[in-house]
Nanobody, 112 residues
């Protein structure tokens, strides 16, 4: 059964960068769109970025120009490069597969 494992979260100062990774087990990664979501304390989970099988991407307006989603199908991995981080980017970041699977989440904290 497909599993998703995120890594790369941490504490960073405003203006800094982090790169999140999500590794998918199984051999069907390449046929699914993959997404990153985040959830701040007291708020609903929201879509941050999505990448299709063919590499087409879309982003939440709040992260456009700062975040980049990418995938490596050979490694069953999707990445989220986060630059120019702001305190409002703080939250738990989750990897999601089009198949409906979710990772356990990785915490990102941006200090001002």
């Amino acid at each position: 059964q497909e599993q998703l494992v995120e890594s790369g979260g941490g504490l960073v100062q405003a203006g800094g960068s982090l790169r999140l990774s999500c590794v998918a087990s199984g051999n069907i990664f390449s046929i699914y769109s993959m997404s990153w979501y985040r959830q701040a304390p007291g708020k609903q989970r929201e879509l941050v970025a999505r990448i299709s099988v063919g590499g087409n991407t879309n982003y939440a307006d709040s992260v456009k120009g700062r975040f980049i989603i990418s995938r490596d199908n050979a490694k069953n991995t999707v990445y989220l490069q986060m630059n120019s981080l702001k305190p409002e980017d703080t939250g738990a970041y989750y990897c999601n597969s089009q198949s409906g699977r979710w990772g356990q989440g990785t915490q990102v904290t941006v200090s001002s």
